[in-house]
Structures are given as structure tokens and as C-alpha cells.
């Protein structure tokens, strides 16, 4: 054979030899299901809930204030007063006898609120609430004392609202602006906020505690810590706080302190609901405590900075049992980079019907946790789905359970699984020792993953729990959905009846904002 010959057989070896390595290469990177490096996307879910905003303005008011207004005034709508402060004081004067509610309409316009407290005083009664409300057209806007032309300043403990030890009272369709510290703080009972706006807040957006309190409708953007802390109810008696934080769009938090959960909600017996929460650089929503829910949310584009904790997380420990955490979509979390997660519960947390979509890092961590119900959710695209550690080695909470109520009449009725837990270490082989991963149910949920496996169970997890019916499949065996490439992953009854786990439809048009 010539040399020619030679080296042109030579160059053709290596060029098939090239595209050959292209070929495989491109493959594995087609088919590499993973969002941290780009390559894959599932669509996400297209058929949630759709927000319609709905207007709160007071139609009439029994005083008026305008930005145009004189506190020597009347406070009627031709003659309205200038500051809520003189409003207030015409509200205490008034008698409520025969009246059912008492409406201050506040006229549009910015007010220099700096800093205004409504106490038990200032409060309405069971039968006649007192309403402080937008009216007409424009903008309301309580401004705090902090400058917006980017100027520094001290940051302080002070509120533009802040209620100590008000009830029944009522803010609709107010802007809260330039705080020095939180925009909201609310230390009472029976109150709500309902389309309210808080943004560029050194501190929170809103600070919770007290009972029977409602936050609707309103949208919280650029706080500098959490916009949401809520903490209320009874630990002993389990006694329900009846906070309701309901319908609201929660982004860019976490201005000043980026490594603060968006959401955090303490104590008993709040209801976290159809909210939608993106563009956070930490976690989500932080839970603890007894009976609360977090349900029905739309949580996207989150952990975007720090990967630290999940979207939804709670902490390690056995004295945070019963909560809920339940037809949530979570998808797109961190920035390419990192590998976050979607959901670390707490110990006896309910987690279900959760649609989880695109995470980079793990969609379930338990954390060494135990006696948490993980079924009917749908994975699609996690780089571990479900993750189960070994048995957890901090023996310092044990003595947190010892130190907390689990043996009371009222946690045996409402939280048995907890009440049944010992501490005992000569009992550390039995399911009952807290600190190992017992009692756990993982079955019924669909997976969507290119290894078509679970994730990464240990095996003490799978010995003391029960793990198992399961639906793995690969992200292409999309057609048991009813139109997946276009986001809708409903699945028909039809199609039901052959799978080989029990598992009900999520309801995704009651996801998200409404």
C-alpha cells in the first residue's frame, strides 16, 4: 500500500473515530435529564389555577382621609382629614352601638406614616369591626421612614403598622413603603390584611403572632429579611392559631439577609394556601411546630443563591409531628449551578400530591426522619428523587422530645405516633426509639427519572419503614399523561385503572393564586 494511501485511510479512521465520540457524546448529553447543566427540561405544568385580581376599595366610608385633607376637617368625603392618627381618634369617639362595622376610607395619595400603633383601644368589637381602606382611584401608600432615593440609613424595630394587642380590625388595598424595620407587625387577635402591598422593607414584610388573623390577597416584594413570619397557637394544648395566609404573591425577599427563609410559619395551626412564592435566594417556606398546612401552592424559582435547605424545609427532631405538606407544585429550583432541594420535611409530616418538576438536587430529602407519609406525589426530573438516610446520631434531641409535651393528654389524641416514641437507648433496636427512621410510608408516587429508579434509600430506612409500589419510569414514557410535551400531566381514568399503584389525579387547577 503507498504512503498516500496509508495516510488517507489513517485520516479516515480518525474522522469516524471523531464523529463516533460526537455521536455517543451528543446522546449522553440529549438524554442526561439533569437542570443543573441545561441539557433537559420537562415542560412544566401549563392547566394551574389563574389569579384574577379582585378589587377591596371601601365603597363608602364613615370618615375620609385625603392627602389634601386637614385634620381640623370634619372627615367627611368633601372634608376629609389629612393623617390616619386624627381618623383613629374619631373612630374612638364614635359610638358603636348600633353599627356592625366602621369604615375609615382613605383617599389615594402617599402618607408619611413613619410609624403608626394600634392598640386595644383603637380596636373594634365581635360585632363591629373596624375597616381602614382604599377608596377611589389610585394608589394608597403608608410611607415608613427609611429614604428611597438609596441614601443609608439605621435600621430599626419599628413597624409602618403595628398592632399591640388590637382586635378586629381590617387594612384593605394599602401599599406599605420604606420601612426602617418590618412593614407590618400584628401582636392581636381576629384581624386581617386583605390586598395589601408591602415592599422595600429593611426588616420583614409582615410579622404574625396572635389568632385568628388573615393575610389575603396581597403581594410582598423586596424585604430585606423574610416577608412572611407567622407564630401563634398553643404548644401544650395544641390549641390552633387560625392564621390563614391565603392567595399572595411572594418575590424578590430577602434583600439585606439572603440566607432567610421567604416564609417562615412557627407554632400551631396555620394554613399557608394558594400562594406563589419565586425569585428568593434561600428556602421557600420554613416550617415548625404542630398542624400546620402548606398546601395548594405554585413555588418556583427559588434557592437561587444558597442550596443550603429546600424549597419547603423544616428542621431535624421528633417534636414538630403532624403537619402537612400537600398538593404544592414545585419546580425550578436553583441557578444552574447548585443543587437544591425540593422538600425536607419534619418528622410526621403528611407529604402528598405534590407535583415536583425540574429540581437539580433531591425532590424528598427525609433527613433521618421518621413516621412521614410520602404518597401520591408525581417526580419528574430530579437528579435523586427520594432521598432516606441512615439512623440520626444527635442525641440532643432526644432530650428536645423529653422537654416537650408528646406525653400529654392532648398530643396522645391528636399526635399518637409522637406520644409513642421513646428515648430510651437500651431500646435503640426497637421501631419506637425517635431516633430511628421508623414508620415512614413511600409508595404510590409516580418517578420520572432516566435511571428509573426511586433514589437513594438506606437500608435502615427500608427495614423500619415501608417502602415500596412505586411507579419508576424513564422521562420519555410520558404517555400515560394526558399531554405531557404541552404540561399537562393529568392522567385519564382509563389510563388510572391499568397502572400498577393506587394513585388519584393532583389537582392542579387549584394550585397557585387564584
Known amino acids: 500500500m503507498s504512503k498516500s494511501a496509508s495516510k488517507n485511510r489513517l485520516i479516515t479512521t ?31 405544568p401549563t392547566n394551574l389555577s389563574s389569579f384574577s385580581s379582585a378589587s377591596g376599595d371601601a365603597i363608602y366610608g364613615d370618615f375620609y382621609v385625603g392627602p389634601n385633607g386637614s385634620d381640623s376637617y370634619s372627615g367627611t368625603q368633601e372634608h376629609p382629614f389629612a393623617t390616619i392618627k386624627k381618623a383613629k381618634e374619631a373612630v374612638k369617639k364614635l359610638n358603636k352601638k348600633y353599627r356592625n362595622h366602621v369604615v375609615v376610607a382613605i383617599l389615594a395619595g402617599t ?39 438609596g441614601e443609608n440609613f439605621a435600621m430599626t424595630d419599628d ?32 384581624i386581617d390584611f386583605s390586598g395589601c402591598t408591602v415592599q422595600n422593607t429593611a426588616g420583614c414584610g409582615i410579622e404574625i403572632n ?31 392559631a387560625n392564621i390563614i395566609i391565603e392567595n399572595n404573591l411572594i418575590y424578590s425577599t430577602c434583600v439585606f439577609d439572603k440566607k432567610q427563609p421567604a416564609v417562615v410559619i412557627q407554632g400551631v395551626g396555620t394554613e399557608f394556601t394558594n400562594n406563589e412564592i419565586l425569585n428568593t ?8 411546630g404542630n398542624l400546620n398546612k402548606i398546601e395548594y401552592n405554585y413555588i418556583h424559582n427559588c434557592l437561587l443563591e444558597y442550596d443550603a435547605a429546600a424549597a419547603v424545609a423544616a428542621p431535624q427532631g421528633y417534636v414538630n409531628y403532624g403537619n402537612f405538606v400537600r398538593y404544592n407544585c414545585i419546580s425550578m429550583l436553583g441557578n444552574g449551578d447548585n443543587s437544591p432541594t425540593a422538600v425536607q ?29 410520602l404518597t401520591n406525589n408525581i417526580f419528574i426530573n430530579c437528579k435523586t428523587t ?13 432530650a428536645e422530645l423529653e422537654n416537650s409535651p408528646y406525653q400529654s393528654k392532648e398530643w396522645k389524641e391528636k399526635l399518637p405516633e409522637c406520644s409513642a416514641l421513646v428515648t430510651d437507648p437500651n431500646k435503640k433496636s426497637e421501631p419506637e426509639f425517635a431516633l430511628n427512621p421508623s414508620g415512614s410510608i413511600i409508595e404510590n408516587n409516580i418517578i420520572m427519572h432516566a435511571s428509573k429508579k426511586i433514589g437513594s434509600i438506606s437500608p435502615v430506612t427500608e427495614k423500619y419503614s415501608t417502602v415500596g409500589n412505586n411507579l419508576c419510569m424513564n422521562l420519555t414514557e410520558t404517555d400515560i399523561f394526558t399531554d405531557a410535551k404541552n404540561g399537562i400531566y393529568t392522567i385519564s381514568d382509563s389510563v388510572l385503572n391499568t397502572l400498577s399503584i393506587d394513585f388519584s389525579n393532583l389537582p392542579f387547577d387549584s394550585m397557585g393564586r387564584y
Open 111 to 149: 402618607y408619611d406614616i413613619g410609624s403608626i400603633e394600634f392598640n386595644e383601644k383603637d380596636s373594634g368589637s365581635e360585632s363591629c369591626r373596624i375597616i381602614y381602606a382604599a377608596c377611589g382611584d389610585g394608589e394608597v401608600i403608608f410611607k415608613g421612614n427609611a429614604p428611597t432615593t
Open 386 to 398: 427520594i432521598s432516606a438516610s441512615e439512623a440520626n446520631e444527635n442525641t440532643a434531641l432526644l
Open 281 to 288: 435566594p434561600s428556602c421557600a417556606v420554613y416550617y415548625s
Open 14 to 44: 480518525v474522522v469516524c473515530l471523531v464523529l463516533a465520540i460526537s455521536i455517543l457524546a451528543g446522546t449522553f448529553l440529549i438524554f442526561r435529564p439533569y437542570y443543573y447543566n441545561n441539557i433537559y427540561l420537562a415542560p412544566n
Open 210 to 240: 396572635g389568632s385568628n388573623i388573615t393575610v389575603a390577597n396581597c403581594t410582598f416584594s423586596k424585604t430585606g429579611s423574610s416577608a412572611i413570619v407567622s407564630n401563634g397557637g398553643n404548644a401544650k394544648k395544641l390549641t390552633k
Open 345 to 373: 420535611p419534619a418528622s410526621g409530616s403528611t407529604v402528598r400530591g405534590n407535583m415536583i418538576i425540574n429540581v437539580p438536587g433531591k425532590g424528598v430529602d427525609l433527613n433521618c426522619g421518621r413516621d412521614i407519609n
Open 159 to 190: 413597624a409602618v403598622i403595628e398592632i399591640k394587642g388590637g382586635k378586629y380590625l381590617s387594612f384593605s388595598n394599602i401599599t406599605v413603603d420604606s420601612a426602617t424595620g418590618a412593614g407590618i407587625k400584628v401582636d392581636g387577635k381576629n
